[in-house]
T-cell receptor, first 114, second 112 residues
């Protein structure tokens, strides 16, 4: 069964450093998403991406964040200058179409900012 | 603002009993709802979904009920098993908007 994969599973970084979180969505999916989950809290939407551009983003997704689909398979989330409060689980998801359809989630990357 | 929330943070049930997990939502324009299961250290896993033109949908051992009048969603798990122990989230989506809005989660503990 096809699945969303994410690397690394755990990333530790120093405050102020740049990090790139990587995702490989399901191959025939066209919509890609990033969510985050701070420990013990609910899953929060960050951004959605379709047709090589951002289709929707939340207030959390400020200028420190960016997304990219550098090739036909990878989808990345970059945080330019990490802050302590960026520590969280980051989940990538993908779906065949936009609203009103199941989103398939990856296993997540745990980001720890020291 | 619009939100989706859960009534009970923790639900403890005995193996073999039925479980009911509840969710309230406030966005009356929401037209698609999903229940996800999240095990420790893993990503959310799809359980079942329902559209606003339905009030009930059944899967294998799971049933989702939607009451649009009171903006309430519930997940029923029949014959709960130890493998059902996890955190359960409801999530909603509105029209063509791509994001899912998640509730706060309910932890289901299955005792033997």
């Amino acid at each position: 069964e096809p699945e969303v994969t994410q690397t690394p599973s755990h990333q530790v970084t120093q405050m102020g450093q740049e990090v790139i979180l990587r995702c490989v969505p399901i191959s025939n999916h066209l919509y890609f998403y990033w969510y985050r989950q701070i420990l013990g809290q609910k899953v929060e939407f960050l951004v959605s991406f379709y047709n090589n551009e951002i289709s929707e983003k939340s207030e959390i997704f400020d200028d420190q964040f960016s997304v990219e689909r550098p090739d036909g398979s990878n989808f990345t989330l970059k945080i330019r200058s990490t802050k302590l409060e960026d520590s969280a689980m980051y989940f990538c998801a993908s779906s065949t179409s936009g609203g009103g359809n199941e989103q398939f989630f990856g296993p997540g990357t745990r980001l720890t900012v020291l | 603002g619009e939100s989706v929330g859960l009534h009970l943070p923790t639900l403890s049930v005995q193996e073999g009993d039925n479980s009911i997990i509840n969710c309230a939502y406030s966005n009356s324009a929401s037209d698609y709802f999903i229940w996800y299961k999240q095990e420790s250290g893993k990503g959310p896993q799809f359980i079942i979904d329902i559209r606003s033109n339905m009030d009930k949908r059944q899967g294998q051992r799971v049933t989702v009920l939607l009451n649009k009048t009171v903006k309430h969603l519930s997940l029923q798990i029949a014959a709960t098993q130890p493998g059902d122990s996890a955190v359960y989230f409801c999530a909603e989506n509105t029209g063509t908007a791509s994001k899912l809005t998640f509730g706060t989660g309910t932890r289901l503990q299955v005792t033997l």
